[in-house]
C-alpha cells in the first residue's frame, strides 16, 4: 500500500483542465520531486491533495483512505501539512505562536505547555529561535519559508508537502534549505518538493514527476528524468543546462 | 498547569484592579447618585455589546452588523415572557435565542467574505424588523408590545452581572487556544485552515458565542421602557455603535473596547443634553474619521505605543 495515492485525478478550471487524470503516488519514505512548467498544475495537486479543492473526477488515498471530501483541516490533521508557494503567515504574530498554532491544532493536539516546548524546538530545528518572538511579518523571505516548514512540521505530519521553498533564494539560503529537507527526511518524514531549481531537485529527491498542461509526463529517478527526451523537450530545455 | 511558574505579582495586578473597580461598581446605588446608576448602566450596557462584538469581529475581521438584530431578539424575548416569567429565565431565554439565531446565519453567511458578509448581517436586521412589523400588523393587527417595567437598580445590577460575565468569557477566549485560532483566522484564513483549525465551526461557534450576550443586554434594557416596537428594537444604530467604539478603543486588547465604549457613551450623554445635541453624530463621524487615520490600533494602541516608550522599550513589541 502507497501512503498516498491518486487515481485519475482531474480538476477544470472553467474550460481549462488544469489537471487532466493524473496517477501518482508517494510511498513512505521518500523524497519525491514535482516538477513542470509554469502552469502545469504542480500547485493544483497540492491543492487537492490538502483539499483546498476537490478532484472532479478523481481519488486522492491516504494510508489506503479516501481522503478527498474532507475539509483542509481534517487532512491536516489525518497527517498531511504543507507550505505555500506564496507566503502564508500570520505576520503580526509572533514566529512562536505561528508555530504553536500548529501543534496546538494539528494530529496530535498539544497542551498549551507542551505546544510552546514543540515550538520551541522545532525553531530550533529550523535555525530561527533567535527570532522567535518577533514578529513573522519582519522577518526575510527565507526566514519566512522556514517558519511555515516549522509549522508544517508542528502539525505532526506524515506526508509534508513542500511548495517551492527554494525559489527565490541565495546560494547560501540554499544549500541550507536543501540540508533541512534531507533533516526533515531523516525525521521520517515522507517529503513531496515542488520546485524550479534543479540542482536542489536532483540533489535530495529520490523520485520525480514531471506535470505539462495537467498531465504527466514522466516519473522515475533523477537520472532518469534528466536523459528523458521528453522532459528535456518541454521543461529541461538543452542537456547541457541539467545541473549546471 | 505549573503552579510554581505564576507570577504573583501581576497576577494581582490582572486580578486585583478589576476586583477592586467591581467592588466600586457594586455599591454603585448605594452611593445615593441616582444619575450615576443611569450613567453607569448606559457605560456597561455599551461596554458589553462593544466586547462582545469585539470578541468575534475584533479578531476575525468578519465585520458583522447583526448587533441590532440579536438585541432586538433580547427586546422581544422581554416583552413576549417579561409578564409571565422571572427576569433572569427571561435574559436566559435572550441569550440562547440569540445563540441559536447566531448559529443558524453563522453557519449560511460566514463563508461570505469582507462587505458581503457585512451587508447580509445588516440585512438580517432589516429582515426581523420587516418581518415582525408584518406579524404584528397584519396577523396579529397591533403595533409594538408593553414590557414590564424594571427599577434602575434591578436594571443596573443585571447588567453589571452581565459585564463580568461577558469580560471573563472574552478574556478566556483571548488567552485560550481558540483565541489564537481567532486570530489565525483573520489574519490568513486559508493558512489556518492547513494548520488544522476547523476555520468554520470557530467562526460559527464565537458567532454565536458573542450573540449570547446582544441577547441577554437586550432583554435587560427592554426593561427601561415601558413600550417597544420593531423600529426601536431593531435600530440600526446598535449595529454600528459597538463597531464603532471598538475601533474607536482599539480592538487589540480587551480593554480597548471598554475604553472607547465608556468615552463614547459619555460624551453622547454630554452632547445630547448640551447645546450641541443636533451635531453630536457629526462629530462621532470625525473622531471616528481621525482615529482611523491617525490611530490605527485606536486609543489602546495609542496608550501602549506610550507606555512602551516610557519604559524604554526594554523587549520588542509581540503584537502589532
Given at each position: 500500500m502507497?501512503?498516498?495515492e491518486?487515481?485519475?485525478v482531474t480538476?477544470?478550471?472553467g474550460?481549462?483542465?488544469?489537471l487532466?487524470?493524473?496517477?501518482?503516488?508517494v510511498?513512505?519514505?521518500?523524497?519525491?520531486?514535482?516538477?513542470?512548467?509554469?502552469?502545469?498544475?504542480k500547485?493544483?495537486?497540492?491543492?487537492l491533495?490538502?483539499a483546498?479543492?476537490?478532484p472532479?473526477?478523481?481519488?486522492?488515498m491516504?494510508?489506503?483512505?479516501?481522503?478527498?471530501?474532507?475539509?483542509?483541516?481534517?487532512v491536516?490533521?489525518?497527517?498531511?501539512?504543507?507550505?505555500f508557494?506564496?507566503?502564508?503567515?500570520?505576520?503580526?504574530?509572533?514566529?512562536i505562536?505561528?508555530?504553536r498554532?500548529?501543534?496546538l491544532f494539528?494530529?496530535?493536539?498539544?497542551?498549551?505547555?507542551?505546544?510552546?516546548?514543540?515550538?520551541?524546538?522545532?525553531?530550533?530545528?529550523?535555525?530561527?529561535?533567535?527570532v522567535?518572538?518577533?514578529p513573522?511579518?519582519?522577518?526575510?523571505?527565507?526566514?519566512?519559508k522556514r517558519?511555515e516548514?516549522a509549522?508544517?512540521?508542528?502539525?505532526?505530519?506524515?506526508?509534508?508537502?513542500l511548495?517551492?521553498?527554494m525559489?527565490?533564494?541565495?546560494?547560501?539560503?540554499?544549500?541550507?534549505?536543501?540540508?533541512?529537507?534531507?533533516?526533515?527526511h531523516?525525521?521520517?518524514?515522507?517529503?513531496?518538493?515542488?520546485?524550479?531549481?534543479?540542482?536542489?531537485i536532483m540533489g535530495?529527491?529520490?523520485?520525480?514527476?514531471?506535470?505539462n498542461?495537467?498531465?504527466?509526463?514522466a516519473?522515475?529517478?533523477?537520472?532518469?528524468i534528466?536523459?528523458?527526451?521528453?522532459?528535456?523537450?518541454?521543461y529541461?530545455?538543452?542537456?547541457?543546462?541539467v545541473?549546471? | 498547569?505549573?503552579?510554581?511558574?505564576?507570577?504573583w505579582?501581576?497576577?494581582?495586578?490582572?486580578a486585583?484592579?478589576?476586583?477592586?473597580?467591581l467592588?466600586?461598581?457594586g455599591?454603585?446605588?448605594?452611593?445615593g447618585?441616582?444619575?450615576?446608576v443611569t450613567?453607569?448602566?448606559?457605560?456597561?450596557?455599551?461596554?458589553?455589546?462593544?466586547?462582545s462584538?469585539?470578541?468575534f469581529?475584533?479578531?476575525t475581521?468578519?465585520?458583522?452588523?447583526?448587533?441590532?438584530a440579536f438585541?432586538?431578539?433580547?427586546i422581544?424575548?422581554?416583552?413576549l415572557?417579561?409578564?409571565?416569567?422571572p427576569?433572569?429565565?427571561?435574559?436566559l431565554?435572550?441569550?440562547?435565542?440569540?445563540?441559536?439565531l447566531?448559529f443558524i446565519?453563522?453557519?449560511?453567511?460566514?463563508?461570505?467574505?469582507?462587505?458581503y458578509?457585512?451587508?447580509?448581517?445588516?440585512?438580517?436586521?432589516?429582515?426581523?424588523?420587516?418581518?415582525?412589523?408584518?406579524?404584528?400588523?397584519?396577523i396579529?393587527g397591533t403595533?409594538?408590545?408593553?414590557?414590564?417595567l424594571?427599577?434602575?437598580e434591578?436594571v443596573y445590577?443585571?447588567?453589571l452581572?452581565?459585564?463580568?460575565?461577558?469580560?471573563?468569557?472574552?478574556?478566556?477566549?483571548?488567552?485560550?487556544?481558540?483565541?489564537?485560532?481567532?486570530?489565525?483566522?483573520?489574519?490568513?484564513?486559508?493558512?489556518?485552515?492547513?494548520?488544522?483549525v476547523?476555520?468554520?465551526m470557530?467562526?460559527i461557534l464565537t458567532?454565536?458565542?458573542s450573540?449570547?450576550?446582544?441577547?441577554?443586554v437586550?432583554?435587560?434594557?427592554a426593561?427601561?421602557?415601558?413600550?417597544?416596537d420593531?423600529?426601536t428594537?431593531?435600530?440600526p444604530?446598535?449595529?454600528?455603535s459597538p463597531?464603532?467604539?471598538a475601533?474607536f478603543?482599539g480592538?487589540?486588547?480587551i480593554?480597548?473596547?471598554?475604553?472607547?465604549a465608556v468615552i463614547?457613551?459619555?460624551?453622547?450623554?454630554i452632547l445630547?443634553t448640551?447645546?450641541?445635541k443636533?451635531?453630536?453624530?457629526l462629530?462621532?463621524g470625525?473622531?471616528?474619521?481621525?482615529?482611523?487615520?491617525?490611530?490605527p490600533n485606536?486609543?489602546m494602541g495609542?496608550i501602549?505605543?506610550l507606555?512602551r516608550r516610557?519604559?524604554?522599550?526594554?523587549?520588542?513589541?509581540?503584537?502589532?
Amino acid at each position: 500500500m502507497h501512503l498516498l495515492e491518486g487515481k485519475g485525478v482531474t480538476i477544470h478550471f472553467g474550460g481549462l483542465a488544469a489537471l487532466s487524470e493524473v496517477d501518482f503516488y508517494v510511498d513512505e519514505g521518500e523524497v519525491v520531486g514535482l516538477i513542470g512548467p509554469n502552469g502545469a498544475g504542480k500547485t493544483t495537486l497540492f491543492n487537492l491533495i490538502s483539499a483546498a479543492l476537490q478532484p472532479k473526477p478523481g481519488e486522492i488515498m491516504f494510508k489506503g483512505k479516501k481522503i478527498n471530501g474532507l475539509k483542509p483541516y481534517q487532512v491536516c490533521r489525518l497527517g498531511i501539512a504543507r507550505t505555500f508557494q506564496t507566503v502564508k503567515l500570520w505576520g503580526s504574530l509572533p514566529v512562536i505562536e505561528n508555530v504553536r498554532i500548529g501543534s496546538l491544532f494539528g494530529a496530535q493536539k498539544r497542551l498549551a505547555v507542551d505546544a510552546t516546548t514543540e515550538a520551541k524546538e522545532l525553531l530550533e530545528f529550523v535555525g530561527l529561535s533567535d527570532v522567535a518572538y518577533a514578529p513573522a511579518g519582519g522577518l526575510t523571505l527565507a526566514n519566512q519559508k522556514r517558519v511555515e516548514v516549522a509549522r508544517a512540521l508542528a502539525t505532526k505530519p506524515e506526508l509534508l508537502l513542500l511548495d517551492e521553498i527554494m525559489s527565490g533564494l541565495n546560494q547560501t539560503e540554499l544549500l541550507e534549505a536543501m540540508e533541512l529537507v534531507n533533516k526533515i527526511h531523516k525525521k521520517g518524514v515522507t517529503v513531496v518538493v515542488i520546485e524550479h531549481v534543479m540542482k536542489a531537485i536532483m540533489g535530495i529527491c529520490d523520485r520525480i514527476v514531471v506535470l505539462n498542461y495537467g498531465k504527466k509526463i514522466a516519473e522515475g529517478t533523477p537520472q532518469e528524468i534528466t536523459n528523458s527526451e521528453k522532459v528535456i523537450e518541454v521543461y529541461l530545455g538543452e542537456k547541457a543546462d541539467v545541473g549546471s | 498547569m505549573n503552579f510554581s511558574k505564576i507570577n504573583w505579582k501581576q497576577l494581582g495586578i490582572t486580578a486585583g484592579i478589576p476586583l477592586i473597580i467591581l467592588v466600586i461598581l457594586g455599591f454603585m446605588p448605594n452611593y445615593g447618585w441616582d444619575y450615576g446608576v443611569t450613567l453607569f448602566s448606559n457605560f456597561l450596557f455599551y461596554i458589553i455589546i462593544s466586547v462582545s462584538w469585539t470578541m468575534f469581529s475584533g479578531a476575525t475581521g468578519y465585520i458583522s452588523l447583526a448587533t441590532a438584530a440579536f438585541y432586538g431578539i433580547g427586546i422581544y424575548a422581554a416583552a413576549l415572557y417579561g409578564n409571565t416569567l422571572p427576569l433572569y429565565v427571561v435574559v436566559l431565554i435572550g441569550g440562547v435565542a440569540s445563540f441559536i439565531l447566531a448559529f443558524i446565519v453563522g453557519a449560511i453567511t460566514l463563508r461570505l467574505k469582507g462587505i458581503y458578509f457585512a451587508m447580509f448581517t445588516f440585512g438580517l436586521v432589516l429582515l426581523l424588523k420587516e418581518v415582525i412589523f408584518y406579524w404584528e400588523i397584519v396577523i396579529e393587527g397591533t403595533r409594538g408590545r408593553i414590557v414590564a417595567l424594571e427599577s434602575n437598580e434591578t436594571v443596573y445590577y443585571y447588567l453589571l452581572a452581565i459585564f463580568v460575565i461577558t469580560m471573563l468569557v472574552a478574556y478566556i477566549i483571548r488567552k485560550s487556544k481558540y483565541g489564537l485560532a481567532l486570530q489565525s483566522i483573520g489574519e490568513n484564513e486559508e493558512a489556518a485552515a492547513h494548520t488544522g483549525v476547523n476555520v468554520t465551526m470557530t467562526k460559527i461557534l464565537t458567532f454565536a458565542i458573542s450573540a449570547v450576550f446582544m441577547g441577554a443586554v437586550g432583554v435587560i434594557m427592554a426593561t427601561k421602557n415601558t413600550y417597544v416596537d420593531p423600529s426601536t428594537a431593531f435600530n440600526p444604530m446598535m449595529s454600528f455603535s459597538p463597531a464603532l467604539m471598538a475601533i474607536f478603543g482599539g480592538m487589540g486588547n480587551i480593554y480597548g473596547p471598554v475604553l472607547g465604549a465608556v468615552i463614547f457613551t459619555y460624551i453622547q450623554e454630554i452632547l445630547q443634553t448640551g447645546s450641541l445635541k443636533n451635531y453630536y453624530m457629526l462629530i462621532f463621524g470625525a473622531m471616528l474619521v481621525a482615529t482611523i487615520l491617525y490611530l490605527p490600533n485606536g486609543l489602546m494602541g495609542l496608550i501602549q505605543n506610550l507606555w512602551r516608550r516610557i519604559k524604554g522599550a526594554k523587549s520588542a513589541p509581540t503584537r502589532g
